[in-house]
């Protein structure tokens, strides 16, 4: 065993410094831990540092996922058109690039769907998808104020925890 000769102050420096290291690493560990998770969830593995990183553009995310066989993704003032947006309701669309530009950026994952694969993904029999009245985002950056605004903009409202909101234009409801 190793003794140190200090008085009582200094070995209380010295321990709250350990301390504080040993905190910072921790911290940083479950910083790290959760951006992987969240970018396996998204299918971004090996790119998970994007979503660390909002000075990133969200050209540069774009490129990174264009190995798809699937439509490239159609990137444009901070939002990630991973769906058709040519069939999305204007005011939609409005909300959407509103979040982005205040808020973070956004991803768009599902807009217009044919009547068999909103009924493969269990969506309602008359759901506002079918006729591009109807968004499936995600938000990264101030989820809490996006979601006080698509609340208040949206018809249809549904926050389903993590960025991941459903908006439509029909009557004001949420679920």
């Known amino acids: 065993m190793l003794l140190i000769r200090c008085n009582k102050q200094t070995f209380i420096k ?4 350990i301390c504080v290291i040993t905190l910072s690493t921790v911290i940083l560990q479950i910083a790290s ?80 769907r044919s009547r068999k694969h909103n009924q493969r993904v269990g969506g309602a029999k008359y759901s506002y998808h079918l006729t591009g009245k109807a968004a499936d985002i995600r938000v990264w950056g101030d989820v809490r104020s996006a979601a006080r605004y698509l609340r208040r903009t949206a018809g249809g409202y549904k926050h389903y925890g993590g960025g991941l909101f459903h908006i439509d234009i029909g009557p004001r409801r949420s679920w």
Not at 14 to 17: G, N, V
């Open 33 to 112: 831990h959760v951006r992987a998770h969240e970018s396996l969830r998204w299918g971004e593995s090996e790119h998970f540092h994007n979503l660390a990183n909002p000075q990133q553009s969200a050209k540069e995310m774009g490129a990174l996922r264009s190995n798809s066989k699937k439509e490239r993704n159609n990137v444009s003032n901070g939002v990630i058109w991973a769906a058709k947006s040519s069939c999305l309701n204007k005011k939609l669309k409005n909300a959407i690039y509103h979040v982005a530009q205040y808020w973070g950026r956004v991803r768009v994952n599902s807009t217009c």
């Open 14 to 17: 010295k321990i709250f410094i």
